[in-house]
């Protein structure tokens, strides 16, 4: 690309797992992106080292206890500095900025991602807890202001590859693929007691606490599904999960003629974060090649939706509609974070999020202060849960 054509992005959530890996990407492709904005949660040590390698124009902590050490240094360095969710959401409106990469975890995405496409950002989504919490109201607003969605998750990525192409050919269905988690084959009986460390410990991707947790109850793959939704426009009968242990085809789009395409990579987040944010072009790089010899064998189960209830509740709460998907979002950040805390059992987080939507204040054509009170109401359910 040129001088000119170089996208400027902004990274929300620049110290996490996909964050760091975007710059990753980033450092080898110098000629393709500059980076405008950086921002973190609390890791000011990271994000100033971060700034100082990569000369943002602007960087942002959502921790205010943590914004005097950052601003000093950031002032020596020509670097603006700001705090707070809400700052946040006014830098993503810079002029400079191309794209938007949401790669902060949680409910904490929706604010500035909705100011980011107000101000007719394109956005790379990772955050997908945002198109659970508010699809409807998300998509709709990126269609009006023309902006671009581009998914960084790795099986949306791959419909979003299958696709390339076919705009004017209906889907017919998609298959999410899942690597079934740590737990894969196991029964109720034998989670009984599975400790913080176990389902921390994800046979293929190495992802930040809160999303390993998702992956180890299914709850990712019920995230992803309803994402899939609101992204590509999907009834939920057009959607199924299949357990690919292998992680090796990232997912599946079967055509109203039968034919299927699925993407097919090594896992790695690089990839399609790359995609995300170098679309539509596919930037040459030394990233890992795939060797069929090394898997021998792809193979594929049904996913065991008794024991993994999570799966359930999300294709339910699809059903459902109305502000139900959000209510889940925010039952199960609250039970991730007591399970993380050592607080309730690996079972209780579904149990937690299926009593949680049951009680929560039905709305059916929520507008974004119905998703806010719903979040904040279904926390106070989830809480008292937890005990
Ligand atoms: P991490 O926990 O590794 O990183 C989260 C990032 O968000 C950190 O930079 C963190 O800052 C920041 N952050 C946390 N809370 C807030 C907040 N309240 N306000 C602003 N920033 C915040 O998460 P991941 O990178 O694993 O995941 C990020 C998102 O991407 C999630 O939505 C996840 O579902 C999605 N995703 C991740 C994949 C992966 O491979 N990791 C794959 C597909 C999707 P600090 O470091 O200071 O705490
Ligand atoms: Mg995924």
């Known amino acids: 690309m040129e001088e000119k054509k170089k996208r400027h992005l902004a990274i929300l959530g620049s110290t996490g797992s996909i964050g760091t890996q975007a710059l990753e990407v980033v450092r080898e492709q110098p000629d393709s992106f500059v980076i405008e904005v950086l921002s973190a949660h609390?890791?000011?040590?990271?994000?100033?080292?971060?700034a100082v390698e990569f000369k943002p124009n602007t960087v942002v902590i959502g921790d205010e206890s943590q914004y005097k050490k950052l601003k000093d240094t950031l002032w020596e360095l020509d670097i603006k500095c700001f705090c707070g969710i809400d700052a946040l959401a006014q830098v993503v409106e810079m002029e400079s900025i191309d794209i938007v990469l949401t790669a902060m975890v949680g409910y904490a995405g929706l604010k500035p991602t909705i100011a980011a496409i107000n101000a007719g950002k394109s956005i790379a989504l990772a955050n997908k807890e945002t198109l659970v919490v508010a699809g409807e109201l998300i998509t709709?607003?990126?269609?009006?202001?023309g902006v671009n969605i581009y998914p960084v998750d790795s099986e949306h990525s791959a419909i979003f590859q299958c696709l390339t192409g076919e705009f004017e050919n209906p889907i017919e269905k998609i298959y999410l693929t899942a690597s079934g988690g740590p737990f894969r084959g196991k029964k109720r009986q034998d989670l009984l007691n599975v400790t913080k460390k176990q389902a921390l410990k994800h046979p293929n991707w190495e992802m930040g606490a809160k999303i390993t947790i998702d992956s180890a109850t299914l709850m990712n793959k019920g995230l992803e599904v309803i994402e899939a939704k609101w992204l590509f426009g999907l009834a939920p009968k057009q959607i199924d999960v299949i357990v690919h242990p292998q992680s090796i085809i990232h997912s599946i789009v079967q055509f109203e003629d039968g034919s299927m395409k699925a993407q097919m990579g090594l896992?790695?987040?690089?990839?399609p974060i790359q995609y995300a944010i170098?679309?539509?072009?596919?930037?040459?790089?030394?990233?890992?090649?795939?060797?069929?010899?090394?898997?021998?064998?792809?193979?594929?189960?049904?996913p065991d939706k008794e024991t993994?209830?999570?799966?359930?509740?999300?294709?339910?709460?699809?059903?459902?509609?109305?502000n139900i998907a959000c209510a889940l979002n925010a039952a199960n950040e609250v039970s991730v974070d007591a399970f993380l805390k050592g607080k309730i059992k690996f079972l209780d987080i579904a149990e937690i999020n299926g009593s949680s939507i049951e009680k929560v204040t039905f709305v059916a054509h929520p507008n974004y202060e119905d998703y806010v009170a719903t979040d904040e109401q279904t926390r106070i359910i989830a809480k008292e849960l937890v005990g």
């Open 42 to 50: 609390s890791n000011a040590d990271l994000l100033l080292k971060q």
């Open 140 to 145: 709709k607003l990126a269609q009006e202001k």
């Open 267 to 271: 896992p790695d987040m690089k990839l």
């Open 278 to 302: 170098g679309y539509p072009l596919r930037l040459k790089n030394n990233f890992p090649r795939f060797n069929f010899f090394d898997y021998p064998n792809l193979t594929f189960e049904q």
């Open 308 to 322: 993994f209830s999570n799966l359930t509740l999300a294709f339910s709460a699809l059903q459902q509609g109305g």
